[in-house]
């Protein structure tokens, strides 16, 4: 007998799953029109992206064990937890914001491939969850490096430098771009 098991995951703010969501797509950018949320009062940010790794799979069992599984891995952008400031937007840091967007992308992709590399088990279940908490970290932790570094776009020379860096990673991982 074969049974299917499912587990499905949202992350990032924990944005609950009713939310207009933007997938993410080589070919279509953000605009500030995707940006949808009041400001948030009190701070200097121009703009606020919030993304995130949706991440869902199931499992197939034959005799109490694992024998197929499938992970389902998406890149949102949602726009209802996105805000802008429009009287100090501009191209550059509608640029910066993308590229928020971009990361998160790149950690879609990275968790792709670390899955592509997994074997049936009954491991898995575990093995997907660890692989999901990594990836999360090192989402954020990169997303913080980027704002450090690029000082929220304001360095335009580092700004620079982690577009050039972010789209070349992203090419090395196309094979698990999102579609």
């Known amino acids: 007998m074969i049974r299917t098991v499912f587990a499905f ?9 009713q939310l207009e969501t933007i997938s993410w797509s080589k070919a279509r950018k953000l605009t500030w ?19 995130g790794i949706t991440f869902g799979y199931s499992v ?18 949602y726009p209802e937890k996105s805000w802008v ?8 840091i509608l640029r910066h914001e993308q590229l928020h967007f971009d ?12 899955v592509s590399k997994l074997r049936p088990s009954n491991r898995v279940p575990r093995q997907l969850d660890e692989l999901h908490a990594l990836v999360n ?3 954020k932790d990169t997303q913080h490096a980027y704002d450090t570094q690029s000082n ?28």
């Not at 995707?34 to 009062?41: C, L, N, R, S, Y």
């Not at 197939?60 to 952008?77: C, M, P, T, Y």
């Not at 430098?161 to 698990?176: N, P, S």
């Open 85 to 92: 400031v429009k009287e100090h937007a501009n191209d550059h």
């Open 137 to 139: 970290k090192q989402l």
């Open 103 to 114: 990361i998160t992308e790149l950690h879609v992709r990275k968790l792709r491939e670390a």
């Open 152 to 179: 929220h776009s304001i360095n335009i020379e580092a700004q620079l430098e982690w577009e050039k860096l972010i789209a070349v990673e992203l090419e090395k991982l196309d094979e698990f771009a999102s579609k």
């Open 33 to 51: 029109q995707d940006f949808k949320a009041e400001p948030v009062t009190g701070t200097t940010a121009v703009a606020l992206t919030a993304s």
């Open 60 to 77: 197939q069992k034959l005799n109490g064990s694992i024998v197929e599984f499938d992970a389902r891995i998406s890149s949102h952008f």
């Open 9 to 17: 995951v949202a992350l990032l703010f924990l944005i609950p799953q």
